[in-house]
């Protein structure tokens, strides 16, 4: 994906292992180091929420062949534990988009435009501000929704 490495991807065939079906072909490729966002979107039932993470991608610190997709390793912000915390807490999916070539401000357009709740993590992050959020926005939706 030119947008998150500067090298050549390649196309690898690797097992699954999982499923029964023949080994997929996959684009593999080390991420570039820099600042990302990382985005799950969540079906709250009533609404979908986009949960955002400011990260900094960090330079990979050995070679991970056995993992055959686009690697990349990175640090949440504000730290570690408050970012998985909220990340937990904000119910935010395990599958992910990344990217290093959208801003933040994207993804709050694009919530604005589709009428999605966004959450952010970020460096300003505090898990007992971020968690009455959350409480917040489950009040607005269901209020809005009924206006």
Same mark, same amino acid.
């Given at each position: ?13 690797? +097992? @699954? /292992? ?5 080994? !997929? ?15 799950? @979107? ?13 990260? +900094?991608?960090? +330079?990979? !610190? ?20 408050? /970012? ?6 904000? /119910? ?19 919530? #604005? ?8 993590? #970020? ?19 269901? @209020?809005?929704? /009924?206006?």
């Amino acid at each position: 994906c030119p947008s998150l490495t500067t090298s050549k991807p390649s196309l690898e065939i690797h +097992e @699954l /292992g999982i499923g029964g079906r023949d080994a !997929p072909v996959r684009l593999v490729f080390d991420t570039d180091a820099g600042p990302a966002v990382v985005v799950a @979107l969540s079906d709250m039932r009533d609404r979908f929420r986009l949960v955002a993470n400011v990260v +900094e991608v960090v +330079e990979l !610190p050995h070679p991970l062949p056995k993992l055959p997709v686009a690697r990349a390793i990175w640090k949440p912000a504000p730290d570690l534990a408050t /970012g998985a915390a909220a990340w937990l807490t904000a /119910g935010a999916a395990h599958h992910t988009v990344m990217s290093t070539a959208l801003s933040l401000e994207v993804f709050e357009d694009f919530a #604005d435009i589709a009428k999605n709740e966004l959450v952010v993590i #970020d460096e300003n992050t505090k898990l007992r501000e971020f968690s009455r959020e959350l409480r917040w926005n489950q009040a607005y939706y269901r @209020l809005a929704a /009924g206006l």
